[in-house]
């Protein structure tokens, strides 16, 4: 996991070749003024979706990938994402329909992730994002970057 500034989001390009895409793409006018929706990024690796929603409760299973990253930006408000250092079980019967499985478990990390940061998780890391903060409604870009 990364949890960051913006700011520094070149910093951690040579992680993966769609990190350069996605800080050009979050400091871009047309981005910063997107509806929700799919967002168009111009690469096959790279994937957005920006969304207003309400935060909620921490009652949730963790999500994790298999082959994707998860990258949220949060565009305005706050909320809590949730973390365990569990190993996930890479072979989820779940993956064979889709990227993503769900497991229980205890939170080991707490972030808030507020406007101006950015938070990436690795395929098998356990997280719960969406959780409510400061603010009742959010709105935030989710990035998926293709493994």
Not at 76 to 100: L, T, Y
Not at 131 to 137: C, L, S
């Amino acid at each position: 996991m990364i949890f960051d500034s913006l700011h520094n989001l070149l910093r951690y390009r040579d992680l993966h070749p769609a990190i350069e895409t996605l800080a050009h793409i979050v400091s871009s006018a047309s981005f910063r003024s997107a509806p929700d929706g799919s967002f168009e990024t111009g690469r096959t690796d790279l994937a957005c979706s920006i969304m207003t929603f309400d935060t909620g409760s921490e009652n949730k299973p963790f999500e994790y990938h298999k082959r994707n990253c998860d990258a949220f930006v949060m565009l305005s408000g706050s909320e809590v994402c949730k973390s365990a250092r569990s190993c996930a079980d890479m072979n989820d019967p779940a993956f064979c329909s889709a990227d993503i499985a769900f497991a229980d478990g205890q939170a080991d990390d707490e972030l808030v992730l507020g406007k101006g940061c950015f938070v990436i998780y690795f395929p098998g890391e356990l997280h719960k994002s969406g959780i409510r903060a400061n603010d009742d409604t959010v709105r935030k870009a989710v990035f998926k970057l293709l493994c």
